[in-house]
């Protein structure tokens, strides 16, 4: 792990300590170019870590302070996200597969982030989820069934579908003022990138079990 501080981050507002890990993509043709913008002052722009294609971790903001990485958006009963989060960028232009040891890193680094700021599996989130109608990453390539599985991230419960889709998503900590179309792309993105068309009885089922997961977790809303 090399450390690469940057300017671009300040205090927490209102003493809160971070409850959500956010997972974003860099979009950009290096690791070198992306670390050279996350610590621009003139960027205005940051992360808690960076995660290069080879697994190469480097902290760019301590976890205590607020980073500037999710933006705009919505997670859970509030919008400063990045007052409540700890980002994570992977270096990946957005368009092609996450490497094997960026991955591993990932998880590693995961599992430390989670027990020290005691962050549930569904604390871990996409940039597209709290911020569908700006953001996509970490994209249809990002492998969330691989962190669910090790207990990185929320796995659907097993249970049978039942209510309406919009209900499901509101309740797993996605933002009501999305419109049903945002919400859909959203709920694609994260756990049925395969999915396409309009809402389908699968996508319905899928919702519930997402639902009760973020329910039986502590951090959905019954």
């Given at each position: 792990?090399?450390e ?8 927490r507002r ?5 409850s ?9 043709t ?15 722009v ?13 902290a ?13 958006g919505?997670?859970a ?10 980002g ?5 232009r957005?368009?092609?597969?996450f ?6 890193a990932?998880?590693g680094l995961?599992?430390g ?5 005691s962050i ?30 090790q207990g ?7 249970l ?17 003022a ?15 990138p ?8 699968e996508?319905?089922?899928l ?9 039986d977790?502590g951090?959905?809303?019954?």
């Amino acid at each position: 792990m090399t450390e690469f501080p940057s300017p671009n981050f300040g205090e927490r507002r209102g003493g809160v300590v971070p409850s959500l890990v956010v997972i974003h993509y860099t979009a950009m043709t290096s690791c070198a170019a992306a670390r050279e913008r996350l610590c621009d002052p003139a960027a205005e722009v940051s992360a808690h870590w960076l995660i290069s294609e080879d697994g190469g971790a480097e902290a760019l903001v301590p976890e205590d302070a607020r980073a500037w990485h999710a933006g705009a958006g919505w997670w859970a009963g509030g919008d400063d996200v990045n007052s409540r989060s700890i980002g994570i960028e992977l270096a990946n232009r957005g368009d092609h597969p996450f490497p094997e040891p960026q991955m591993a890193a990932l998880e590693g680094l995961l599992r430390g982030i989670m027990a020290r700021w005691s962050i549930p599996p569904a604390g871990v989130i996409g940039h597209s989820d709290m911020a569908p109608a700006r953001k996509r990453d970490p994209g249809l390539r990002f492998d969330w069934g691989r962190l669910a599985r090790q207990g990185l991230a929320l796995r659907p419960a097993a249970l049978p579908a039942e209510g309406d889709f919009r209900d499901h998503l509101l309740r797993a900590g996605y933002d009501p003022a999305l419109s049903d179309d945002l919400l859909l792309t959203a709920f694609r993105l994260r756990f049925r990138p395969w999915g396409d068309g309009s809402l389908s009885a699968e996508d319905r089922k899928l919702a519930a079990r997402v639902a009760q997961a973020a329910v039986d977790a502590g951090t959905g809303t019954a």
